[in-house]
């Protein structure tokens, strides 16, 4: 059985948006799909059509048989085609392939529609405000058995730990509200220093591999709602995480992981506005203290 999954990150998955910049993230937390189609097709060869940007977290990914780099003039012949995107380019592209059965995200009569129909899955997408597992949703979605399967990184890093803490502090452009301000992670930095914790500013911004093997190498990662978070889950990192305008409800952490929420509790939250415009900013009332709390209990 020959089976295409298709993912490239141009669209968030469960919220309705489509302005083509790149969710590494959201690429990452579809991939225990591809051991839960391991599960119910054994033979099957599994293919992943990505894009450019994410094709180092999906390449090498367990069970997993062909990383495919998307191109417009993409066609070719499986018995199942998995579509997690949602812009035209894809639904044209599904007109291309030979396939037995399409599942996932398809257009009836200019509408988006899911198949097999899930009137559940577009309601949550059109009101983005459920808080059902993101996973759950996706597996729900694709006729899975969702059973805490893991993020199934491609890229493996071959460093050790160097590090206690990771300072993950920069975000995605998608959501930059996301993100706590320089001062208060210089502030951070400033803490761990007097308490002499070994710490490391993020590092590999431009370059996926040497930023998964930075992350590989601290113990414990300080992070927003970011791709880092997820990776640092994949890893099975100590992960602290800072939430704010963006909800956390939907994320299964696995284990190790916490999440701080911000002292001020604005009652938009979570908004997932791109821009804040309230008298206050949530991401500038987190409690560095409860952060050191945590780094401290797990030393």
């Known amino acids: 059985m020959k089976i295409l999954i298709i993912k490239l990150g141009y669209s968030e998955t469960f919220i309705d948006d489509n302005s083509r910049v790149v969710s590494l993230g959201d690429v990452l937390r579809a991939t225990p799909i591809i051991k839960a189609l391991h599960q119910k097709y054994n ?3 599994i293919s992943w059509l ?3 940007e994410a094709f180092t977290l999906i390449n090498g990914a367990k069970f997993l048989s062909e990383t495919i780099i998307y191109n417009d003039k993409f066609s070719g012949e499986f018995d199942m085609v ?3 995107e949602k812009f035209d380019e894809i639904f044209e592209l599904l007109k291309r392939i030979k396939s037995k059965q399409i599942v996932g995200f398809i257009k009836e009569n200019n509408c988006l529609n899911i198949s097999p129909k899930n009137d559940k899955i577009l309601k949550y997408i059109k009101e983005s ?3 059902r597992v993101w996973q759950e949703l996706i597996f729900d979605m694709l006729g899975l058995k969702w059973q805490n399967q893991k993020y199934n990184l491609g890229y493996k890093p071959k460093n050790g730990i160097l590090h206690e803490v990771g300072l993950n502090y920069l975000v995605g452009s998608k959501w930059p509200t996301k993100a706590m301000s320089l001062i208060k992670w210089n502030e951070l930095a400033n803490i761990l220093n007097k308490l002499n914790i070994n710490f490391s500013w993020q590092e590999g911004k431009e370059n996926l591999k040497e930023y998964i093997e930075w992350i590989n190498s601290c113990e414990t990662i300080i992070t927003q709602d970011s791709l880092g978070m997820h990776i640092a889950m994949a890893l099975d990192k100590r992960v602290i995480a800072l939430f704010g305008p963006t909800g956390y409800k939907d994320i299964f952490f696995y284990s190790g992981c916490t999440v701080i929420l911000p002292e001020y509790k604005c009652p938009l939250m979570p908004c997932y506005k791109k821009l804040c415009d ?7 009332n987190i409690n560095l203290y409860k952060i050191i709390d945590i780094i401290n209990k797990g030393m």
């Open 43 to 45: 033979n099957a060869k």
């Open 50 to 52: 990505t894009s450019q």
């Open 82 to 84: 998995i579509n997690l």
């Open 129 to 131: 405000g459920s808080c």
């Open 278 to 284: 309230e008298d206050k900013f949530c991401m500038e």
